[in-house]
């Protein structure tokens, strides 16, 4: 808007100029009022879109800063420039992207635990060790005895294995399913990589072209800056 605003006013500039050798030609005969009426509406014709633009650029600039929470009648003005960063490697977005992506985390993240769920299943295959571990203390009194008291105490412990070797096939079962989930897992992360890696291109793509366009309209600007030294000279 600011920007646009500027042009028009180079427009009234230019315009303001025009009618002023118009009008001066006409003091001298050498137009006729047919020239110089379009130069006059073409100056207000600038002067009418000018003062559009200001009431939309004020507007805007009342919206911003509603939104940034302060007085709608704070002034500030927008830089012209911006600097564009045309050192972006793809590969090192590409590498940044797949690192920081949070489906492709969570995809990782549930290819870990489908490994996992392989492990617990192919335990089933193993023998399993049991180890148990006690201390006991009993202790007895009796006042017509001989004995008044009698305590005992002791530490036990002890070990078991156990083999499944049948167990109708559930642990092949457990097993072939697990597998299934660490495919389905691997698939799941392949194709959000490849989402990202394709949404990530196509913003190169965009990126590219857009620096290629910003030179263009530099060019054109520049351009435009010399037909505007020329007319003033005339």
Known sequence: QQ??????????????ERLRWVEMKYEVGENSKRELLPAKVDLNS?????????????????ALNLLLVRDPAT?????????????LDETVLRQEA????????????ARQLASLGVDEARAGYYPRLGLNLGYNFTGSSAEASFINSNT????????TASLNLFDGFNTSRQMENAQIEIQAAELQYQDAERAVTSQLAQAFITWRSRLELVKLERENVG?????LGIAQER
Do not use: C
Request: proline share 1%; net charge positive.
């Open 3 to 16: 920007q646009q605003l500027r042009v028009l006013r180079q427009s009234i500039t230019m315009s303001e």
């Open 46 to 62: 600038d002067r009418s879109a000018a003062l559009r633009q200001e009431a939309t650029l004020r507007n805007a600039k009342a």
């Open 75 to 87: 002034e500030f003005t927008v830089p012209d420039t911006i600097l564009l960063d045309q050192s």
């Open 98 to 109: 797949i690192a920081a992506n949070r489906q492709l985390r969570a995809a990782r993240i």
């Open 152 to 159: 005992s105490d002791g530490l036990t412990y002890g070990a």
């Open 223 to 227: 351009i435009a800056e010399q037909s």
